[in-house]
């Protein structure tokens, strides 16, 4: 079984700043994948960044990067030059093969960020 | 990204009645389907997961008869929500996913409301 706890329910950040979202879980599984997801108002679910577990490096996309320690099971999520748009819900979410190739994602409770003009 | 469509974006049904809410995936093969709920401000629950030609794993707690789902095709899934009443209403989303593909992909997700 795997948990995935996010221990920050809301966060603000001001524009242009940085922002951390910290993520811990749990699994017993070496293979496995993380995941960050962004859900804005409109509610749909929009993927973030991704890191495979088996990587060291950590994962980057444009102004998003993440803070993988395996070891302490830790994975932070690290939004640089926040925009108003960044605004939303935030997920964090691991998933490893539950069978058949199905990957079965299970979410943390969520981050609301808030950007502030 | 691929693209998971999902119909319809919000109904109203009247308690005692059935709804079904379509997941397509437009531009792939999707080998497996994820059923989630979503309560205000709350995280997605996973309802069950489902194979396509197979039966699907509902998580425990999810009534199976109460919520049926059927994946006849790669590329469509459906949830029926059976003699919906109140408490049923919430937001439903679906995600697909290609085999052996690590990466889900979200339906707009359906706000169902019960009268």
């Given at each position: 079984?795997?948990?995935?706890?996010?221990?920050?329910?809301?966060?603000?950040?001001?524009?242009?700043?940085?922002?951390?979202?910290?993520?811990?879980?749990d699994?017993?599984?070496s293979?496995?994948?993380?995941?960050?997801?962004?859900?804005?108002?409109?509610?749909?679910?929009?993927?973030?960044?991704?890191?495979?577990?088996?990587?060291?490096?950590?994962?980057?996309?444009?102004?998003?990067?993440?803070?993988?320690?395996?070891?302490?099971?830790?994975?932070?999520?690290?939004?640089?030059?926040?925009?108003?748009g960044d605004?939303?819900?935030?997920?964090c979410?691991?998933?490893?093969?539950?069978?058949?190739?199905?990957?079965?994602?299970?979410?943390?409770?969520?981050?609301?960020?808030?950007?502030?003009? | 990204?691929?693209?998971?469509?999902?119909h319809?974006?919000?109904?109203?049904?009247?308690?005692g009645?059935?709804?079904?809410?379509?997941?397509?995936?437009?531009?792939?093969?999707?080998?497996?389907?994820?059923?989630?709920?979503?309560?205000?401000?709350?995280s997605?629950?996973?309802?069950?997961?489902?194979?396509?030609?197979?039966?699907?794993?509902?998580?425990?707690?999810?009534?199976?008869?109460?919520?049926?789902?059927?994946?006849?095709?790669?590329?469509?899934?459906?949830?029926?929500?059976?003699s919906?009443h109140?408490?049923?209403?919430?937001?439903?989303?679906?995600?697909?996913?290609?085999?052996?593909?690590?990466?889900?992909?979200?339906?707009?997700?359906?706000r169902?409301?019960?009268?």
């Amino acid at each position: 079984a795997q948990t995935v706890t996010q221990s920050q329910p809301e966060m603000s950040v001001q524009e242009a700043e940085t922002v951390t979202l910290s993520c811990t879980y749990d699994t017993s599984e070496s293979d496995y994948y993380l995941f960050w997801y962004k859900q804005p108002p409109s509610r749909q679910m929009i993927l973030v960044i991704r890191q495979e577990a088996y990587k060291q490096q950590n994962a980057t996309e444009n102004r998003f990067s993440v803070n993988f320690q395996k070891a302490a099971k830790s994975f932070s999520l690290k939004i640089s030059d926040s925009q108003l748009g960044d605004a939303a819900m935030y997920f964090c979410a691991s998933a490893l093969d539950s069978g058949a190739g199905s990957y079965q994602l299970t979410f943390g409770k969520g981050t609301k960020l808030s950007v502030i003009p | 990204g691929a693209v998971v469509s999902q119909h319809p974006s919000r109904v109203i049904c009247k308690s005692g009645t059935s709804v079904k809410i379509e997941c397509r995936s437009l531009d792939f093969q999707a080998t497996t389907m994820f059923w989630y709920r979503q309560f205000p401000k709350q995280s997605l629950m996973l309802m069950a997961t489902s194979n396509e030609g197979s039966k699907a794993t509902y998580e425990q707690g999810v009534e199976k008869d109460k919520f049926l789902i059927n994946h006849a095709s790669l590329t469509l899934s459906t949830l029926t929500v059976t003699s919906a009443h109140p408490e049923d209403s919430s937001f439903y989303i679906c995600s697909a996913r290609a085999l052996m593909n690590t990466e889900a992909f979200f339906g707009q997700g359906t706000r169902l409301t019960v009268v």
